[in-house]
């Protein structure tokens, strides 16, 4: 019914960019916030940055001042601008959203994209 589909992810070398994006489709009443996710193999998986329906922002310590992470309410859609890559931002990375997807808003759910891979060589 909801789906999160992402892109932009790929082989990068140290220092270089990407641009993540995630869409989201179906039925949505309203997005309490999104995000992206990263796991790499052996960790947790961990939060990266998110935006809730007010605009706030969250990014995690390691990527402050490097990731970015926007929204385009109209397009249902999340970014996330990662510079200066280094080859620990390697990994999974997968979109979020905490949504109502019908008019009971308060019957809030979690959904997840298939994720896209990074990996930034050394």
């Known amino acids: 019914q909801v789906q999160l589909v992402e892109s932009g992810g790929g082989l990068v070398q140290a220092g270089g960019s990407l641009r993540l994006s995630c869409a989201a489709s179906?039925?949505?009443?309203?997005?309490?916030?999104m995000g992206w996710y990263r796991q790499a193999p052996g960790l947790q998986r961990e939060l990266v940055a998110s935006?809730?329906?007010?605009?706030?922002?969250y990014v995690l310590d390691s990527v402050k001042g490097r990731f970015t992470i926007s929204r385009d309410n109209a397009k249902n859609s999340v970014y996330l601008q990662m510079n200066s890559l280094k080859p620990e931002d390697t990994g999974d990375y997968l979109c979020?959203?905490?949504?109502?997807?019908?008019?009971?808003?308060?019957?809030?759910?979690?959904?997840w994209g298939k994720g896209t891979l990074v990996t930034v060589s050394s």
């Open positions: 979020h959203a905490n949504l109502s997807p019908s008019s009971r808003w308060w019957e809030v759910m979690d959904y």
């Open positions: 179906g039925s949505i009443y309203s997005i309490n916030s």
């Open positions: 935006t809730t329906s007010d605009g706030t922002t």
